[in-house]
């Protein structure tokens, strides 16, 4: 067994749909909302998590984008989710249609095993 400990980072794909709200509003009133209503509240009520973000509307029409969220544990996870449910971005601006939630290599972490990765050459 693995000497490794507990807690390990959790990475999140958030699959989201854009409403009908959201949509509705120019560029500039959606970088406003997001930046005033739900970073300060990310901010304020998390540590620990990061996030990268894909648009996918040009391939799916059932997901529009795809949020990845990384947090140093379950717990900064946790958190993250709960200040999101609180602001305008859960069910509001986006429908989340599914979260997968994984850790990076668990299998190698639980098995004492290297990662089984391809790298570019």
Same mark, same amino acid.
């Not at 970073?39 to 648009?55: H, K, L, N, Q």
């Not at 799916?60 to 544990?73: L, N, Q």
């Given at each position: 067994?693995?000497?490794?400990?507990?807690?390990?980072?959790?990475?999140?794909?958030?699959?989201?749909?854009?409403?009908?709200?959201?949509?509705?509003?120019?560029?500039?009133?959606?970088?406003?909302?997001? %930046?005033?209503?739900?970073?300060?509240?990310?901010?304020?009520?998390? &540590?620990?998590?990061?996030?990268?973000?894909?648009?996918?509307?040009? @391939?799916?029409?059932?997901?529009?984008?795809?949020?990845?969220?990384?947090?140093?544990?379950?717990?900064?996870? &946790?958190?993250?989710?709960?200040?999101?449910?609180?602001?305008?971005?859960?069910?509001? @601006?986006?429908?989340?249609?599914?979260?997968?939630?994984?850790?990076?290599?668990?299998?190698? &972490? %639980?098995?004492?095993?290297?990662?089984?990765?391809?790298?570019?050459?």
């Amino acid at each position: 067994m693995s000497t490794a400990p507990t807690e390990s980072p959790v990475t999140a794909f958030m699959l989201v749909k854009t409403t009908p709200e959201w949509l509705a509003m120019t560029v500039a009133e959606r970088v406003r909302a997001f %930046t005033t209503d739900v970073v300060p509240v990310i901010e304020a009520r998390t &540590r620990g998590v990061r996030s990268r973000f894909y648009d996918t509307e040009f @391939y799916s029409a059932r997901v529009t984008d795809i949020w990845v969220w990384e947090a140093d544990d379950h717990d900064a996870y &946790r958190l993250l989710i709960d200040a999101l449910r609180e602001t305008p971005f859960w069910d509001r @601006y986006f429908e989340v249609v599914e979260l997968l939630v994984g850790v990076e290599n668990g299998y190698a &972490r %639980t098995y004492d095993l290297p990662p089984a990765a391809t790298l570019a050459t």
